[in-house]
C-alpha cells in the first residue's frame, strides 16, 4: 500500500485577491446570465489557495464571494457564482443551479446535476502538467490546470454531492488542528496509489485533509482550492 506524500507549499491568500477589469473577454464568456444561450464561462477551480486562513472562508458566503471576485477578474462578474461547498445545512450538489457548465474554454464539464455526479469531470492522469489536445477539462478561471503539488480540490461531500458529516472545516468557519475537510482530487491518481477505504479517483470525494490549517490543507498536496459554478447556467 502507498500513500500519498507530505507536501508542504506556499499557496496565495484568496480573501487578497483583487477584482479585474470586467471588460476582459475571457475566450468569449462575458456572462449574459440566466437564460443565456450560448456556452460562457460556469465553471472553475480557484487559480488560488487559501493561505494563511486555511479551511476559514468566511462560511459559504465568503466562499462564494472568492467565486464571484474570481470571476470577475475574468469578465465574468454579471453571473451569480457558488462554491462547491457542503455545510451541515446545506448540500454542494444542491447550491450549483441546473447547468449545463462550461469551462474557460468553453467546454461542457457536465450537462447537469445528476451526470455532473454519475460521470464526473474529464481530468488528466497524474502528473501530467502539459495538456496539448485540452482533454483535461477541469482548469481554472485563467485555463490553466491545477499544479500536482496542489491537486486536493475542498468540497466537505460526499461522491453524491451531499455532506460528508465532520469534514467540513466546521461549516468553513475553521483553521483549527482538530477540524478536517473532504477533498477531492483535479486529476486521476495512478491505480498503484492506494488509500484503504477511499476512492482516490474521485473529483469531489477522495479523502479527508490533515486538518483545517494551511499546513493541514497543504500535507496531503493541497492548498485549499475549491470548485466555483455559476448558477444560472
Known amino acids: 500500500m502507498r500513500r500519498l506524500s507530505s507536501f508542504l507549499v506556499p499557496v496565495t491568500m484568496l480573501g487578497l485577491i483583487a477584482c479585474g477589469d470586467s471588460s476582459t473577454d ?7 446570465g440566466g437564460g443565456s444561450t450560448e456556452p460562457s464561462l460556469s ?38 457564482w457558488h462554491a462547491y461547498l457542503s455545510t451541515s445545512s446545506e448540500d454542494a450538489r444542491d447550491r450549483i443551479g ?19 455526479h454519475e460521470v464526473g469531470i474529464p481530468r ?19 485555463g490553466d490546470l491545477v499544479p500536482l503539488a496542489e491537486h486536493d480540490i475542498v468540497t466537505g461531500s460526499t461522491e453524491e454531492g451531499t455532506v ?3 469534514r467540513t472545516c466546521l461549516d468553513w468557519t475553521s483553521a483549527s488542528e482538530d477540524e478536517v475537510a473532504q477533498a477531492g482530487h483535479s486529476d486521476i491518481a495512478p491505480p498503484e496509489f492506494v488509500i484503504e477505504g477511499v476512492d482516490l479517483q474521485s473529483w469531489n470525494s477522495a479523502h479527508e485533509t490533515a486538518s483545517c490549517t ?8 493541497g492548498a485549499g482550492r475549491f470548485y466555483c459554478f455559476a448558477i444560472d447556467g
Open 26 to 32: 475571457a475566450g468569449g464568456m462575458g456572462g449574459t
Open 43 to 80: 465553471f472553475f477551480v480557484t487559480s488560488a489557495g487559501s493561505g494563511v486562513i486555511g479551511g476559514n472562508l468566511g462560511g459559504l458566503a465568503g466562499a462564494d464571494e472568492i467565486c464571484q471576485n474570481l470571476a470577475a477578474a475574468v469578465g465574468a462578474e454579471d453571473r451569480t
Open 98 to 116: 441546473t447547468g449545463p457548465w462550461y469551462n474557460v474554454r468553453l467546454q461542457e464539464v457536465a450537462s447537469d446535476v445528476a451526470s455532473l
Open 124 to 142: 488528466l492522469l497524474w502528473g501530467v502538467t502539459e495538456d496539448p489536445d485540452e482533454e483535461g477539462l477541469l482548469i481554472d478561471e485563467n
Open 164 to 166: 460528508s458529516e465532520g
Open 214 to 221: 494551511e499546513p493541514g490543507l497543504a500535507e496531503r498536496r
